[in-house]
Each structure stands twice: as C-alpha cells, then as structure tokens.
C-alpha cells in the first residue's frame, strides 16, 4: 500500500523533517546575476544573508518547473514500481503544475500499471508543506494513495493562507499593486493583509497601520477562522523576521493554542516573490475559509 511522496521546494518543508517523513522534493532554481541555484537544503540556507542582499537590491529570477524536469525526476520511482503523489504549488501562482499535468499524461501512457496522483494545493509555502506532510501521515498509517489523493483534495480549500509584507514594492514587482500604491503605501507605512483566494491566487483584502498591527491582524484571523486547533500543525514562514514570527507564535497560543507551530524561513524562490519581512500563517478552517 505504500507510495512515494514528492513535493517541491516551495513547500518549505527543513530538510531534516523531509528525510525523517520520506518526502522526496524536486527543487525549483532561482539566479543572482549569472548563476542559479536551487535550495534542496532548507537547514543549510543562509536566510540572513539572501535577505539582506534583496534589502540592498540584488535581483533574483526564478523559473517554473518544466515537463522534461518532472519527467525526469518521476520516472525512477515509477521504473523501481512505487506509484507517485506529487503534492504541488498552486497553479493560480505558477505555470508548474500544468507542465506536471502535461508529464504525467505522458507517464501514464509510459508506466500504465502505476498510480501518479497530483494535488494542486492552491497554495504555497506551508499551504503546500503542511499537506504533503498530512499525506505522509496518512500513508505512513496505511491509507492507499487515491484515498489520500481524494481526501486531500476534499481539504485543500479548508487551508487558510494569510501574510503580511514589510515592503510593497515586491508586490508591485510581481504585478500585484499599482506603482503609485506601492509608493504611497511605504510613505504611509500602511501594511497590506493579503491571503491565497479560492483559485490559488494572491489578493490583498485588508491594511493597516504599521508592522505590529499587520502581525496582530493575521492573529485575529487566525481567532476567528481556525477550527480544531487542538488537533492540527499551523505553519508560520517569516523572510528574516523571527521576532515577528516569535510574537505572532505568542498571540496564537493566547487564545487558542495549536497542537503544534511549525516556523521556518521563507525558501529563496517563494521568499524572493514576497520580500524581506514577509510573515504567513497557514491553518486550517472550514470549507468556506478561503472565501473569507
């Protein structure tokens, strides 16, 4: 009944935890002037230092994962006679999953006795890590791959995804404000409240004044949002803000304490799109959360 799991580097899961749950990760790249990196080893990025150097404007690209990249690495899993669940960045932010779509079309033709299951998450970050860790409890307690497929798929509108960033320009970068909004919004230091839709897209639905505001605004969310928190692993994921993530730990556990926080350091790829000072909280709510 086992399978494998894979995932990519946008789920932001630390290394130690993929290899302690048998996670397998294809990793998406990201370049500084001439030379590209991928960020495999989450334990080992130099978070500090990637940040400060976006502070100080070094430009970052990144690429979306291509069908001949997710060809390559399914079909030694699918050739050793292990089906696959490939738990995936949301399409509404990127074109990978499509070209998922594309390879696995082709896979199934290739290898017709094996299972290859996609989750489109709709999400990123720990909307992603979170569920392909959910899919590694289940398999590991020997639920069937379609089942889990089915369930997750049935849960994936019940993840809610909500940050706040430090500087608007990255926004504006990415096509997500107006460059006059963006100026005026520093000038102010009005600080957006932005969350993943029901498409998997990012929109901003709220501001407020300044940073603590911004951090106490994702809490309340969380208050008036979350359901069974007893019993499920929140994400928080910070670009070099650890004592804003450490505060926004405090204000969860005031009112309604998680069965566990998982915090980690926004990955290069998913960090470089949201900017230094990024800080998101993903929980889980009801079937309507992402609607709200």
């Known amino acids: ?47 500090g230092k990637f940040y400060k150097a976006m502070r100080m404007g070094a430009e970052i690209k990144t690429s979306a994962i291509n069908f001949q990249a997710y060809v390559d690495f399914f ?47 709709i999400g990123a970050s720990l909307g992603e890590g979170l569920f392909a860790l959910r899919a590694a409890d289940m398999r590991d307690e020997g639920i069937g791959i379609e089942e889990v497929h089915s369930t997750l798929e049935s849960e994936k509108m019940c993840m809610y995804q909500v940050f706040t960033v430090d500087d608007l320009m990255y926004l504006k970068h990415t096509g997500r404000l107006t460059g006059s909004a963006a100026i005026v919004g520093n000038m102010l230091q009005v600080k957006p409240i932005l969350k993943g839709n029901e498409n998997g897209e990012i929109v901003n639905f709220s501001k407020v004044i300044g940073r603590k505001k911004a951090v106490d605004a994702l809490a309340q969310r969380y208050n008036m949002l979350v359901k069974d928190p007893e ?25 309604k304490p998680p069965k566990e926080i998982l915090k980690v350091m926004y990955e290069p790829v998913t960090g470089s799109h949201v900017g230094p000072g990024t800080l998101a909280l993903f929980f889980m709510g009801d079937s309507s959360v992402r609607f709200r």
């Open 75 to 121: 079909t030694p899993f699918l050739e050793s006679g292990s089906d696959i669940l490939f738990v995936s960045m949301s399409s509404g932010i990127s074109s990978s999953y499509r070209c998922s779509e594309i390879a696995a079309k082709e896979l199934r033709e290739k290898f017709p006795n094996r299972k290859l299951c996609l989750l489109d998450t």
């Open 1 to 47: 009944m086992s399978f494998t799991i894979i995932t990519d580097t946008s789920a932001n899961l630390p290394s130690k935890l993929l290899k302690e749950r048998d996670i397998h990760v294809i990793p998406y790249y990201y370049s500084i002037g001439d030379k590209e990196f991928s960020c495999l080893d989450t334990d080992g990025f130099d978070g």
């Open 231 to 255: 019993s499920q692993i929140v994400g928080i994921a910070h670009a070099d803000c650890n004592e804003d993530a450490d505060y926004l730990i405090e204000l969860l556990n005031k009112k």
